[in-house]
């Protein structure tokens, strides 16, 4: 549903209900002055009523096929209901002139008042309910709104989670090529003094066997 259609939409009902009481007092008027002001002003409510339906028909046709369709639907009951206003505003101004006497005029402003106050207990009944109607759809955007704001909240804890966690990957990976490095280089120490040991282990039996001999020579020889 499109926001600046619903805001119309609450300009139009508030303005329709507005017009209905203004219709209801006018037919009760026994002051000509007083009368005339009350159609003007019931003329101008009008207008503006039918700038708000065009300004409602422009949105509506707008916006998507399926929500179009609903708005369109939505929008022929308030050129129904205007043009019912019309009817009546037409029949006020025309009791006006035709009336010559003031019990006629009591009369007609009598049968107008019952006439009025009918249509405009309909009226208003309608137009309470398209307005809660109204104040749910808005509930319920908020209420997503919410929730949509809650999700990404929630997402945003997860993905702070796994950063964390995969830091710790990283600095116990980290350890560990520490320690594998300290370990290659202990290996390797004790690898070249085994080499040196060797070395050295066969230098002694080398100067043994050499002694060995000599002494057998000496013995030998004598």
């Known amino acids: 549903m499109s926001e600046v259609f619903e805001g119309y939409e609450r300009q139009y009902c508030e303005l329709s209900a507005n017009l209905s009481r203004k219709c209801n007092v006018a037919g009760s008027i026994l002051d000509e002055g007083q009368k005339s002001k009350e159609i003007s002003e019931l003329q101008s409510g009008l207008d503006e009523a039918d700038v708000l339906i065009r300004k409602m028909d422009l949105e509506a046709r707008s916006l998507q096929p ?18 019912k ?34 249509d405009q207990r309909e009226r208003l009944t309608m137009s309470t309910e398209r307005l809660n109607q109204s104040s749910d759809r808005i509930k319920e955007s908020r209420r997503a709104v919410f929730e949509t704001e809650e ?5 945003l ?24 490095d300290k370990s290659k280089k202990v ?32 013995k030998l020889s004598h």
């Not at 399926?66 to 043009?83: F, G, H, I, N, P």
């Not at 999700?151 to 997402?155: A, F, K, M, P, R």
């Not at 702070?160 to 830091?167: F, N, P």
């Not at 290996?187 to 057998?216: E, H, Q």
Request: aromatic share 4%; proline share 0%.
């Open 85 to 118: 206003l019309k009817r009546e505003v037409k029949k006020l101004a025309s009791a006006k002139t035709s009336l010559t006497s003031h019990e006629e005029l009591l009369e007609s402003g009598m049968a107008n008042a019952h006439m009025a106050a009918a």
């Open 157 to 180: 804890q997860d993905l702070h989670q796994q950063r964390e966690t995969l830091l710790n990957s990283h600095a116990k990976l980290h350890g560990v090529d520490d320690a594998i």
């Open 66 to 83: 399926s929500v179009k369709a609903m708005l369109l639907a939505k929008l022929r009951e308030y050129k129904s209901d205007l043009t």
């Open 151 to 155: 999700l990404g909240v929630s997402i």
């Open 187 to 218: 290996l390797t120490s004790m690898s070249r003094r085994m080499s040196k040991n060797k070395w050295i282990l066969a230098s002694l039996i080398g100067a043994l066997v050499l002694a060995i001999i000599f002494i057998l020579y000496f």
